[in-house]
């Protein structure tokens, strides 16, 4: 069974016999992949009202646990995204009423953002629906390939990060 990615090795192969393609054979999988994977979230969130972005802030904070709040600064370590961004997106989803700011009992100059009772139905919505969309992804592959994969792509990300 060939892929799109194996009719453009065998193109370069033709052109270009003298080069290892291997990096291209993994490599334009994962970008192919990733694209569509980015389509089902885009899907899955906007069928709960989110955006992908709210959904990262979101979720940050739904597994947080206890009382789901973390420090401006914790958000901005887990979503990867600067100081400026990161207030910007708490006033949009406080706007929205997804999630409050309140003042950090352990620094008086400080604040805690906390989800709210709406912002964790619409993460848990949003996140069931991406698992259901993930799964879908996955369905083709039997199950047995899926923990060999996870470990191969865990092992690859290690070595790149």
């Known amino acids: 069974m ?3 990615v194996d009719e453009l090795v065998e193109a370069w192969q033709r052109e270009r016999a003298d080069l290892d393609l291997t990096p291209v054979e993994v490599f ?8 569509r994977l980015d389509l089902a979230r885009r899907t ?5 009202g989110i955006e992908s972005w709210e959904f990262d ?3 940050a904070l739904r597994r947080a646990g206890g009382d789901y709040e973390l420090s401006p600064g914790r958000l901005i370590k887990e979503t990867l995204v600067t100081s400026g961004t990161m207030t910007n997106r708490v006033d949009r989803l406080a706007a929205r009423g997804f ?6 009992p352990n620094d008086r100059r400080g604040v805690l953002v906390r989800l709210t009772p709406e912002g964790r139905e619409a993460v848990d919505g949003a996140f069931e629906a991406l698992l259901s969309a993930e799964a879908e992804l996955l369905s083709d592959l039997p199950s047995k390939d899926h923990k ?4 191969l792509l865990r092992a690859l990300m290690q070595r790149l990060t």
């Open 2 to 4: 060939q892929d799109e």
């Open 28 to 35: 334009s999988r994962i970008g192919r992949l990733a694209r």
């Open 44 to 48: 899955a969130f906007a069928d709960h």
């Open 57 to 59: 802030v979101l979720a």
């Open 99 to 104: 999630v409050e700011r309140l003042p950090d």
């Open 148 to 151: 060999q994969l996870a470990a």
